[in-house]
T-cell receptor, first 115, second 116 residues
Framework: AQKVTQAQTEISVVEKEDVTLDCVYE???????LFWYKQPPSGELVFLIR??????QNEISGRYSWNFQKSTSSFNFTITASQVVDSAVYFC????????????FGSGTQLTVLP | GAGVSQSPSNKVTEKGKDVELRCDPI?????LYWYRQSLGQGLEFLIY????????KSGLPSDRFSAERTGGSVSTLTIQRTQQEDSAVYLC??????????????FGPGTRLTVT
């Protein structure tokens, strides 16, 4: 299987700090899709963003931004001016085009934002 | 609109018993997925249904696990002769499906299964 690696197991920041969550993926495919999901303490996985392999434009949504770099096989996620409500486990995931449609997840990064 | 729903939210069962977990996908979503989340193994794919096609069962860990999807909507995951290592949160997800584009998957709240 083509792996997704989230090397940061846990990150702790103080409210209002910026924080970047790293994601590195393996791929042998030309076309693939990358995702970020948030899992708050309530447990439900919440979809944040999907990115196609042929679209390297960075994206910003409010305090969230994503940096996709095919040259380094990375899809990093930055939260600006973090808030306590951002505390959650964040998962990066990928799918290849083709017959295998399941998400391959990274191991997740536990983000704790302290007041 | 309504999201993915799963029942029960919690299930405690004795080793050796069978259990059934239910998933109701988002209306109009043709693709349905089951995943398992456990401390040691992270998030693992179990099975995938797309429309009327044969399901992709490649992630099922043993023949004690099976799933069906009736009428292209509700799905049931069955675990026979449960073992303690089956204890996990079982997550269902659905998406628009289709070919060529990998739509985002929307997850239900999960069923926490504890095998004693």
């Amino acid at each position: 299987a083509q792996k997704v690696t989230q090397a940061q197991t846990e990150i702790s920041v103080v409210e209002k700090e910026d924080v970047t969550l790293d994601c590195v993926y393996e791929t042998r495919d030309t076309t693939y899709y990358l995702f970020w999901y948030k899992q708050p303490p309530s447990g439900e996985l919440v979809f944040l963003i999907r990115r196609n392999s042929f679209d390297e434009q960075n994206e910003i949504s409010g305090r969230y931004s994503w940096n996709f770099q095919k040259s380094t096989s990375s899809f990093n996620f930055t939260i600006t001016a973090s808030q306590v409500v951002d505390s959650a486990v964040y998962f990066c995931a990928r799918i290849s085009s083709g017959s295998a449609r399941q998400l391959t997840f990274g191991s997740g990064t536990q983000l704790t934002v302290l007041p | 609109g309504a999201g993915v729903s799963q029942s029960p939210s919690n299930k405690v069962t004795e080793k050796g018993k069978d259990v059934e977990l239910r998933c109701d996908p988002i209306s109009g979503h043709t693709a349905l997925y089951w995943y398992r989340q456990s401390l040691g193994q992270g998030l693992e794919f179990l099975i995938y249904f797309q429309g009327n096609s044969a399901p992709d069962k490649s992630g099922l860990p043993s023949d004690r696990f099976s799933a069906e999807r009736t009428g292209g909507s509700v799905s049931t995951l069955t675990i026979q002769r449960t073992q303690q290592e089956d204890s996990a949160v079982y997550l269902c997800a659905s998406s628009l499906g289709g070919s060529g584009v990998q739509y985002e998957q929307y997850f239900g709240p999960g069923t926490r299964l504890t095998v004693t």
